[in-house]
């Protein structure tokens, strides 16, 4: 009989012990398995997520996997239940780099970290043709910031009026986030105009007998005038002179903006008579804003121009973009002839 016990208890034994290793081996393919679904790369390729407003998880992971972001919504949700993440995420730009893990998709989401975008802006004239060209690199809709460049109050309160409105813009590439307000990126954009306008540049206005805002007005007209960059401080030099002289500038792209209608190539006598303030014909003087928004290059230009006689400019008729400049009427005169012949031989006539 004491055999016959020894027997079932050694049997007893042998079937835990092998149930205990079952569990284990068990326990183990399961904790691979999991570790696998939580820590392996499933993100095949870098993808992007822009959410306009707050979204529930349940409705963003049923993003991810229409759009073939995520392989699977199960693990993913399994991967969110064990980090204990049901939560809603915020409104922004969040991209999903190549590689990552469930777990590391959770946590970019629980972070709300978003991903800034590279806001860049150039060659504008109008707010319309900016809010079109910011609303395609943000969330804000253009007619939205249209309406916020308009706002008169929003405006006057930074400092700057209807016509400066856009003075703040300078163009260069700036890190924003997507979802920024049209009221945030105005006041980042007063930052950075503030942070251009050092004690020096303040001076170097100064000292050519302009405010800083005034500055940007003539670059706007002398962008207009030329895109070469050899001639900018020349065509800057040459308006400076007519102001301190109390010549009124004349400048043809003033008139374009008065007309409203830049495809203009000849500039005829009867624009002269146009009505407005940003007629530089009829009236003397810097216009009262802006012609577009000009580039840092055109800034300087301004701010260094070049000391000369000059006070008239006319295009080359040769049409390779570069001008000619003289200090007499009868030189000008007769530069003008030779341009508008050429505008005639090409049958340009408005």
Same mark, same amino acid.
């Given at each position: 009989?004491?055999?016959?016990?020894?027997?079932?208890?050694?049997?007893? %034994?042998?079937?835990?012990? !092998?149930?205990?290793?079952?569990?284990?081996?068990?326990?183990?393919?399961?904790?691979?398995?999991?570790?696998?679904?939580?820590?392996?790369?499933?993100?095949?390729?870098?993808?992007?997520?822009?959410?306009?407003?707050?979204?529930?998880?349940?409705? #963003?992971?049923?993003?991810?996997?229409?759009?073939?972001?995520?392989?699977?919504?199960?693990? #993913?949700?399994?991967?969110?239940?064990?980090?204990?993440?049901?939560?809603?995420?915020?409104?922004?730009? *969040? $991209?999903? %780099?190549?590689?990552?893990?469930?777990?590391?998709?959770?946590? #970019?989401?629980?972070?709300?970290?978003?991903?800034?975008?590279? #806001?860049?802006?150039?060659? /504008? &004239?109008?707010?319309?043709?900016? @809010?079109?060209?910011?609303?395609?690199?943000?969330?804000?809709?253009?007619?939205?910031?249209?309406?916020?460049?308009?706002?008169?109050? !929003?405006?006057?309160?930074?400092?700057?009026?209807?016509?400066?409105?856009?003075?703040?813009? /300078?163009?260069?590439?700036?890190?924003?986030?997507?979802? /920024?307000?049209?009221?945030?990126?105005?006041?980042?954009?007063?930052?950075?105009?503030?942070?251009?306008?050092?004690?020096?540049?303040?001076?170097?206005? @100064?000292?050519?007998?302009?405010?800083?805002?005034?500055?940007?007005?003539? @670059?706007? /007209?002398?962008?207009?005038?030329?895109?070469?960059?050899?001639?900018?401080? $020349?065509?800057?030099?040459?308006?400076?002179?007519?102001? &301190?002289?109390?010549?009124?500038?004349? @400048?043809?792209?003033?008139? &374009?903006?008065?007309?409203?209608?830049?495809?203009?190539?000849?500039? %005829? =006598?009867?624009?002269?008579?146009?009505?407005?303030?940003?007629?530089?014909?009829?009236?003397? +003087?810097?216009?009262?804003?802006?012609?577009? $928004?000009?580039?840092?290059?055109?800034? &300087?230009?301004?701010?260094?121009?070049?000391?000369? =006689? *000059?006070?008239?400019?006319?295009?080359?008729?040769? !049409?390779? +973009?570069?001008?000619? !400049?003289?200090?007499?009427?009868?030189?000008?005169?007769?530069?003008?002839? =030779?341009?508008?012949?050429?505008?005639?031989?090409?049958?340009?006539?408005?």
């Amino acid at each position: 009989m004491a055999k016959k016990k020894r027997k079932h208890k050694g049997r007893g %034994l042998r079937i835990a012990l !092998f149930i205990f290793v079952l569990g284990m081996v068990v326990a183990a393919v399961i904790g691979v398995r999991m570790y696998r679904v939580i820590f392996n790369p499933v993100v095949e390729e870098r993808h992007e997520i822009l959410l306009e407003q707050t979204t529930s998880f349940f409705s #963003l992971v049923g993003k991810l996997a229409d759009d073939g972001a995520i392989p699977s919504q199960s693990q #993913l949700f399994l991967v969110a239940r064990l980090k204990k993440f049901d939560k809603s995420v915020a409104s922004g730009r *969040y $991209i999903l %780099l190549k590689d990552m893990s469930y777990n590391d998709i959770i946590n #970019l989401f629980r972070s709300g970290n978003q991903t800034p975008v590279q #806001l860049t802006f150039n060659n /504008i &004239r109008t707010r319309e043709e900016l @809010a079109g060209v910011l609303s395609k690199q943000l969330m804000a809709d253009s007619s939205l910031l249209v309406q916020k460049f308009r706002d008169e109050a !929003f405006i006057s309160r930074h400092g700057f009026n209807m016509h400066t409105a856009l003075c703040p813009f /300078i163009p260069n590439t700036y890190e924003v986030y997507w979802n /920024i307000s049209p009221e945030q990126l105005y006041q980042r954009m007063i930052a950075e105009f503030t942070a251009f306008w050092t004690e020096e540049n303040l001076e170097k206005a @100064a000292a050519q007998g302009l405010s800083n805002v005034e500055v940007c007005i003539l @670059a706007s /007209i002398v962008e207009e005038e030329t895109v070469l960059n050899k001639e900018k401080p $020349i065509v800057a030099g040459l308006y400076i002179n007519r102001l &301190r002289r109390g010549i009124p500038l004349q @400048a043809d792209p003033t008139l &374009r903006f008065a007309k409203n209608d830049f495809t203009v190539q000849r500039i %005829l =006598n009867a624009y002269k008579e146009i009505d407005s303030p940003y007629n530089t014909y009829k009236y003397k +003087g810097l216009p009262p804003g802006p012609i577009r $928004i000009p580039e840092i290059s055109t800034l &300087r230009a301004v701010l260094n121009p070049q000391k000369h =006689n *000059y006070i008239y400019m006319c295009a080359k008729p040769d !049409f390779s +973009g570069e001008h000619n !400049f003289a200090t007499t009427l009868a030189e000008h005169n007769q530069n003008a002839r =030779n341009y508008q012949r050429e505008l005639n031989r090409r049958k340009i006539y408005k």
